[in-house]
């Protein structure tokens, strides 16, 4: 809980102030009874007149109004200190995420994440306000209607004592089968989040396969599932209630039973009856309270925890004990010394085997194989989105995990195969690379990846806006935006996974070729599964089942290396085909 004192601390005056209100509040709750009691007693039946009553009247009502003033400041500065708490804590819970490696966020579903940032904060938030404004308020009330109630008869005060150990063994019960409940629906409440998000990222993928009775059915599987885990965790609470307003009536039916008896012999008078029914009623009243207070931190604790999960998530993938974090990358040579790679450490196989290569600053370098040969994985190894589970990856002769994990990915730009834009305008989108440069270097990144022809078309150009995704460009279009944010980044390492794939042969030509021309001095990789993409590279390199079986230029891997030649005759018939 230490942790969560520094959310705590900017909102303490607040933390403090509010419960003191409340007591107040408690403080007139208490008071109110007693003096209703005089009024019956004095003043209708002991004779003390009219003067009498009013001047208790005026008293009531200015303790009325005091209580309004504890009760209204409690609730301000309970929603102030509550909405500031889970302000800073989804702000910093936000920012863990964003430092998850790949290994990390692959432990989580994004609808997971998603209701942790939003719903079990919120169920915390509603805990603090609740806390500040019951937890004082509840207990209080309780005490002081306690004390007030066997002042005015002990023989009488004994009947609650009677309802009390029942009422708590009762709610202790209720409350042991709720925790689980809560915690279940939380996770009922994880999968849908995760189903409606898949569908509306995906809803294009689903119209053109016509899926959409298929994912209404999910949809309405994951939907049921929660209404049903939803409504077994709130049948405990429906119980609490009917419990707390039996015990309430029993233990009222009984005072003004017992009590009734005294008043007629004389013994207690109707005032004091009456007060003290009032003070039974507040009794039952605290211990709702309680009950619900106690309820709510059931479903909160479930929450608590979820989020405290991802708070306490150990990082697998830090620059912490970098021995050179002022390094930035300057010339862009890479080496993979006898790297050996996969994703889950219980796997026997390796996703990259005893990979050896050394990429010298400037070169352009084509990476080619069959699907799931590791290309990919490689070059994820370069700006630490992975770690090698054995041998060196070095950049300017430097071990990445030396880096500054800023410094790195800084020096390295990588359009990864899934292009991925963001809601707002193209120059938005571009900017990305570098939010300081100017327009003309936006264009001149943008004619770099053959992108400003077509941004241009657009009748707002650079200020078009993009939908979610980019979904309102094509395929090609997204690829060729994404190379331009890239490049505008001016990274010292380009990599380019896939990320031509749409593009049509003559516009891919024209885009090496201004890396050709503009990038000289910038260490080029590129993943393809054409060839003839990577044809003219200084050296390509042929991967397969995560070994590298080839190094060369076209022409000696033609000679030398069975693979490349399969793959290249295999391209060279499908074209002969087509034609």
């Not at 009247?57 to 303790?63: A, E, H, K, P, Q």
């Not at 003290?276 to 909160?300: K, T």
């Not at 050179?324 to 010339?331: C, I, L, W, Y």
């Not at 590279?537 to 693979?563: N, P, R, W, Y």
Request: aromatic share 8%.
């Amino acid at each position: 809980m230490n942790r969560y004192w520094k959310y705590v601390k900017p909102y303490l005056p607040a933390f403090i102030i509010g419960p003191i209100m409340m007591i107040i509040e408690v403080v007139g709750e208490v008071v109110m009874p007693l003096l209703l009691s005089q009024i019956i007693d004095q003043g209708v039946t002991g004779g003390r007149g009219i003067s009498y009553i009013i001047t208790m009247g005026i008293t009531m009502m200015i303790t009325a109004l005091c209580m309004m003033a504890g009760g209204v400041g409690g609730a301000y500065f309970a929603v102030k200190a509550s909405t500031g708490f889970a302000n800073d804590l989804r702000k910093d819970l936000f920012k863990k995420i964003q430092r998850f490696s790949f290994t990390n966020i692959d432990r989580y579903s994004t609808g997971s994440l998603i209701t942790r940032l939003t719903n079990d904060i919120t169920q915390v938030q509603n805990m603090i306000q609740m806390m500040m404004r019951l937890a004082l308020r509840a207990p209080g009330m309780l005490i002081g209607a306690l004390i007030m109630a066997f002042i005015l008869n002990l023989k009488l005060a004994m009947v609650i004592f009677c309802v009390i150990p029942l009422l708590a063994l009762a709610i202790f019960f209720i409350l042991k089968i709720a925790f689980p409940r809560f915690r279940a629906m939380q996770k009922k409440l994880d999968a849908l989040n995760t189903v409606t998000q898949e569908n509306l990222i995906n809803i294009r993928v689903v119209k053109s396969f016509v899926r959409e009775s298929f994912e209404e059915e999910k949809f309405s599987d994951a939907n049921r599932e929660l209404k049903e885990s939803t409504v077994n965790a709130m049948k405990v609470v429906i119980l609490t209630m009917p419990v707390v307003t039996l015990a309430m009536n029993v233990t009222i039916l009984a005072v003004v039973w017992f009590g009734g008896k005294q008043v007629i012999v004389g013994g207690m008078t109707t005032g004091v009856l009456t007060a003290f029914v009032n003070y039974v009623g507040q009794i039952l009243i605290s211990l709702m309270m309680v009950s619900m207070v106690i309820l709510s931190g059931s479903r909160a604790l479930a929450s608590y925890k979820r989020i405290d999960e991802v708070m306490c998530t150990v990082i697998d993938l830090t620059d912490d004990n970098a021995l050179k974090k002022e390094a930035t990358v300057q010339r862009g040579k890479i080496e993979f010394k006898h790297v050996y790679f996969k994703y889950y450490k219980n796997n026997e196989k390796w996703v990259l085997e005893d990979i050896n290569v050394v990429i010298e600053p400037g070169e352009t370098v084509g990476i080619i194989g069959s699907t799931g040969s590791g290309k990919s994985s490689l070059v994820q190894l370069i700006p630490r989105l992975y770690d090698v589970d054995r041998g060196e990856v070095l950049v300017d002769d430097v071990n990445v995990k030396d880096y500054a994990l800023h410094n790195l990915r800084n020096g390295v730009g990588i359009v990864l195969q899934k292009n991925v834009l963001f809601s707002g305008s193209i120059m938005e989108n571009l900017k990305w690379g570098d939010q300081a440069a100017d327009d003309d270097e936006v264009y001149q990144a943008a004619q770099n990846a053959q992108a400003h022809g077509f941004i241009t078309s657009f009748s707002e150009g650079y200020e078009t806006e993009l939908g979610q995704g980019g979904v309102n460009v094509s395929g090609g279009q997204k690829q060729r935006l994404s190379i331009a944010r890239t490049l505008l980044k001016k990274p010292k390492i380009l990599i380019l996974d896939d990320s031509t794939s749409a593009v049509d042969t003559a516009t891919e030509a024209k885009i090496r070729e201004s890396f050709k021309n503009e990038l000289p001095r910038t260490t080029k990789i590129i993943i393809a599964q054409r060839i003839s993409s990577v044809i003219d590279a200084d050296k390509i390199i042929v991967m397969d089942d995560g070994k590298i079986v080839g190094i060369g230029s076209h022409s000696e891997l033609i000679e030398s290396c069975q693979t490349y030649t399969e793959i290249y005759y295999s391209q060279m018939d499908k074209e002969v085909t087509a034609s």
